[in-house]
């Protein structure tokens, strides 16, 4: 017991030395009383750091490349053979039409094609077509007929003078070749309208009208296929525009056997792996964004990912319907091609955090916003080049504020003056 209270009394005398020593420590390093501590100085060291500032924007992924595929040409589905969401490779089928109906309009568009050429070819050889020789043959015909009167009226007028004929007869024979006479004059004017078929506007009609036959049947395609196939690899999705996964006009939706209309949109397919970032800006930040500027991204479906990109367009005009007080504008965010792994975990319309560089230097000058001043339009700072250097004002540019400060040009690595105490 008596060991146990020696014992004691040493730690206890050891604890109060200890407090001595500690108490003379603080005492000669506290100033004497009645001097004031020695204030800090007004002057800011600065050297050049690297500063990255971004704007945060949330959008959602979107493809960057949909492609609508349509109806070829009027016709029924004989088969369908994807369905929405399903993914596809290029040159996939995905589904075949019926090509009776095509078939029945690729006949009528070659018959139509060939009635016109043989009609531009008469134009071409009308001159010996059957048309100008029966004008020339009925010519020739009034001609002789003609002439044959004509015969017959100078043998009678001799023998009327005589009186061997009566003279009914010879007026008879004046009156035939009148009307004969006038059956040439309008044989040679039918004999020229003929040949006026063969050109100018005829020519012309039965050109266009050839042109409008080879269209046609260059439309409908004389080695067209009923099959449709994926133009690139990606995912089937509802055509855009058409809502509640309808597929059409009528609201029905795409089945096997349904009447469909050429240009009608039928599926869409989207490349999943080229894919950008659509996102909302407010117009208060509009004009710190340029197209160019290096985005990270992040998203609460890939968390252990991050994708990098850049700012591809930005919107011009507001958009519609936004419930927010200030107008929002549209920007696009383009990412690189996506690999195999990262399409795995990566999909369209998933949530994605941007964060826009909107500016980045790796040697900037950071000032206290205090230390600028300005003066009739130029800001000026009070700056040395080292502590014991003579004090100089200089201009500086002013850029964007960072958290302690704002960067300017125009400086050089060195203290800057601050007026009032810079700490608390």
């Known amino acids: 017991m008596t060991e146990f209270r020696v014992h004691k009394r040493g730690l206890l005398a050891a604890g109060l030395a200890l407090l001595a020593v500690l108490a003379i ?48 040409f009027d016709g029924n589905i004989k088969s369908l053979e994807v369905a929405e969401g399903q993914r596809v490779a290029a040159g996939q089928r995905l589904f075949e039409m019926d090509m009776t109906q095509l078939d029945m309009q690729r006949r009528q568009a070659l018959s139509e094609q060939i009635k016109a050429r043989k009609a531009l070819s008469d134009i071409d050889h009308w001159e010996s077509g059957p048309d100008v020789a029966r004008a020339r043959q009925a010519v020739l015909s009034a001609r002789l007929s003609l002439n044959d009167t004509q015969g017959k009226l100078v043998e009678t007028r001799r023998l009327y003078e005589r009186g061997i004929v ?34 100018g506007e005829a020519r012309q009609l039965a050109e266009m009208e050839l042109a409008n036959a080879s269209a046609a049947v260059d439309a409908l395609g004389t080695d067209a296929s009923g099959t449709v196939t994926a133009p690139f690899s990606g995912v089937v999705i509802r055509v855009p525009g058409n809502a509640n996964a309808r597929q059409d006009a009528t609201g029905d939706p795409l089945l096997a056997g349904a009447k469909v209309t050429q240009g009608q949109g039928l599926l869409a397919v989207a490349n999943v792996e080229r894919v950008n970032v659509v996102a909302k800006v407010d117009e208060t930040d509009l004009n710190q964004l340029r197209p160019g500027q290096r985005v990270e991204i992040r998203g609460d479906g890939f968390r252990d990912l991050v994708l990098s990109g850049e700012l591809e367009s930005i919107g011009v005009q507001g958009l519609e319907g936004d419930s927010q007080a200030g107008t929002m504008y549209r920007v696009v965010i383009a990412l690189p091609p996506l690999t195999a792994a990262q399409q795995r975990v990566v999909r369209l319309g998933m949530s994605a955090s941007a964060a826009i560089v909107i500016f980045h230097d790796d040697g900037a000058l950071v000032v206290p916003a ?55």
Do not use: C
Request: glycine residues 6%; without cysteine.
């Open 370 to 424: 205090t230390a600028i001043r300005t003066d009739a339009d130029t800001r000026l700072v009070r700056f040395r080049e080292s502590a014991s250097a003579p004090e100089r004002q200089v201009a500086v540019s002013v850029g964007p504020a960072t958290q302690d400060g704002v960067v300017v040009t125009g400086l050089a690595p060195g203290y800057v003056w601050t007026p009032g105490d810079p700490r608390p």
């Open 166 to 199: 009566p003279r009914m007869e010879r007026d008879a024979l004046i009156q035939q070749e009148k009307m004969q006479s006038l059956a040439v004059t309008s044989a040679e004017a039918e004999l020229a309208n003929t040949r006026q078929r063969g050109t």
């Open 25 to 72: 420590v603080f005492a000669w390093h506290q100033p004497p009383r009645g001097e004031p501590r020695e204030a800090p100085s007004p002057w800011v060291r600065i050297s050049p750091r690297p500063v990255d500032i971004r704007l945060g924007v949330v959008g959602k992924i979107a493809s960057a490349e949909i492609v609508t595929i349509t109806a070829p």
